[in-house]
């Protein structure tokens, strides 16, 4: 008798297993069906387009894909937040024009200022700590810093059906990488807590580190000065740097991820590309050819003929963030 | 009766899998043991040295440690067959005096020409292809290509010892991970086959590699010009950029191995470092302080004070190469 029950208890819990919906926030449409039926498709091995667990390689780009970006990169933020700090100990960095009128008027004159202003602020504030301490300022700063807008922590502003979607893919034998235009140790912060992703598995621009003894008890200090940026024509670059093996799934939101999908669909075999567009002024920020942060405009032209999915955030979410209130 | 049997051979599967000796090569030792002690301490979930299996990380560099790198480093070997191949096509080659007295005097030129000649003639050598035409064509060399004096296939001059090594530490619940000096293209076109090393766990000197649209054929190529140089110091910034924690297993056979040597040791907790020492004139090939290829000088210095084990291989190796007629 007690074998028939564990039998029964056994045969329910795999149902109940296969027919719990992976993907709760998507609403039922076309997209979740889309993704589901890859998936299905490739983990499939009697299906012609079967793909092996090792090739199962799936790559999110981070900011506005698998968190917002608005009003300015959540690494910017930091970046300014850190500025301050520093020039509370180094007027000298007051002297400094741009500095001073980021520290003045906030985020605003970093974005005028452009790209070049934008590294260089992050350049002189991530700068100085090794690279442990940097990363454990960088998770005091989430612990403590909240979004000007939503008053949120910023890891509570990740997004909920794409953390569900990386939680799907592994369960479905993928593994999951970031890659992300953001710096490396910046994401490494949060990237196991908020995604499930560990450091091995996080691409992302690099700044200068430098090896130092310090009489036997070594440490990596991060200087300033980048040898390499993860966007644009680099994701491809640090994909095969890190990886060494096409991606079969990539995900972005903005024209700095079109080499990435590009080069993720090129290749052999089944594919998935998938453009998460930001149309919620409601619930999120609606923006895209026009945006300054995360502008979305060749990719999104790039899209019907690529096969790309394009997420509608509006019709496509049931919800948005992990931690909507 | 049957579940009595079942039970019955699964326990002798359970004793036999525990008491099969995962070094056979290992010489019954000092060092075999120091291994297997130091692995089945921090497996053991009872011990107070216990390492959970994320943290399970292990480096070892390639060229001497796991495999040969006699009379020179098989991928320099390697980039002047390509030299030669390209001189043939391209007679302006010839006409650079380095290019010139090393096509005609193989490879002591090279050597003679110091570490500049030696990136110059890689470099030359590598650059023009894509990632994935360069891979493929050191596969067809290393299928055909035969060493100068023993006239075994390179691959064949892998260490059995290390081999072992590498999949006991698997078998433990470790993540191995090559960090070579050598180019990490080069090192992906045999680590998966010769070392059950997939090419995300590879960390290697990069060259400079340009993403092309190609119309719609993005291809990834190799330049000229190298963006990381993954020896010495280089070796801890590999570390941290591909992986992000620091391993608690490092072996090398030389100088260029030291900083991965002290940033793997300096870390809390158990920790092994491991050098792997050329004593074998005999059966391989016996350097350290004075030779221009593998210098094994500061790093042996430091491993008495440092702990860590240096490895003889004339008397703890058993065998030396897989291929071993």
Redesign the interface.
Known sequence: MKQVLAAALALAFLTSAASADPLPSWTEGAAKTRIVDFVETVTDPASPDYVTP?ARIAVFDNDGTLWSEQPAYFQLIYAVDRLREQAQDDPAIMEQELFRSVLESDIDAVMEAGETGLVEVVMQSHAGPS?GEFIADVRDWLETARHPQTGLPYTDMTYQPMVELLRYLRDSGF?TYIVSGGG?HFV?ALSDDAYGI???Q?IGS?GK???E?ND???I?AKDAGI??IDDG??K??GI??????RPIFAAGNSDGDL?ML??TS?GDGPRFGMIVHHTDGAREWAYDRDSPIGRLDKALDAAPESGWLVVDMAKDWQRIWTGQP
Do not use: C, H, M
């Open positions: 090792a690279v593994s490396i490494r560990p450091t091995e996080v690099t580190t430098r090896y003894f036997g008890n070594p990596l040898v390499f024509p680099g491809p670059v095969d740097g890190k990886i060494g093996k080499q590009q080069w090129a």
